[in-house]
């Protein structure tokens, strides 16, 4: 019985020593709050706004790799993390990325959304999300991983979509989440991996410029 409890408390102190060093080390993975500008000099070119929300990183580095290949194409674009977003004065269209979590795209994606409705409903807006279903790019997959995107678009009329598969590294994961990656069932349908896709972003960034 002794043992017992001597063993709990370990476990206990154990897991309390785990949380510290995960919180310690892992929380507000910088990677997924990246900023960048690409200025033009030319004072007519187009201003555009990627806002992403993202958990990892991955997106992050998706909407900057799509900001910069706008920006090649003549607009003047800022990237941001939606959570930075104050105003959309200025910008003449918008498009907006985020990453999938457990079937869902990041709320204060849907958030800004929302709370912008009405400034997004007059200029063009684009979307597009991250996320492993996509890995396998099928009609039953796109299907699905659009599927991802109706929360935003109760709110958005997008011009197109843009569906790209993703990365999992689970020293990306933020605590609380990371807990998830010892059960041995997450870890078959989230396995580790890196598939981002940066010609398929860029034939997408290519597309859009055209739209927006
Ligand atoms: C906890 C967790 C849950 C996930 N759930 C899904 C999911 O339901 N569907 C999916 O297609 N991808 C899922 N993914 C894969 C992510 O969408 C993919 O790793 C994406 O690149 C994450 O973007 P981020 O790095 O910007 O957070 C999940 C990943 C993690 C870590």
């Not at 999938?100 to 800004?112: D, L, N, Y």
């Amino acid at each position: 019985m002794g043992g017992q409890k001597t063993n709990l408390t370990s476990w206990i102190c154990f897991l309390l020593l785990y949380i510290f060093v995960i919180a310690a080390t892992g929380c507000g993975n910088k990677n997924a709050y990246t900023e960048a500008s690409f200025k033009k000099g030319d004072k007519m070119a187009k201003k555009a706004l990627v806002a992403y929300g993202s958990f990892s990183g991955s997106t992050a580095e998706a909407a900057v790799f799509i900001g910069e290949k706008l920006a090649e194409r003549g607009m003047t674009v800022d990237v941001k993390p939606v959570e930075k977003i104050k105003s959309l004065e200025g910008y003449n269209a918008v498009i907006i990325g985020s990453a999938i979590q457990m079937g869902k795209m990041k709320a204060s994606v849907v958030k800004f959304a929302e709370k912008n409705r009405e400034a997004l409903s007059r200029v063009p807006v684009a979307v597009f999300l991250v996320c492993l279903t996509m890995v396998k790019d099928t009609p039953e997959n796109r299907k699905t991983a659009s599927g991802y995107l109706e929360p935003l678009k109760a709110f958005v009329k997008p011009v197109s979509e843009g569906l790209f598969p993703g990365r999992v590294r689970f020293k990306d994961i933020l605590f609380p989440m990371r807990l998830i990656t010892f059960i041995p069932a997450f870890k078959k349908s989230v396995p580790e991996g890196d598939y981002m896709d940066k010609v398929k972003m860029e034939k997408w960034a290519d597309e859009i410029s055209g739209k927006i």
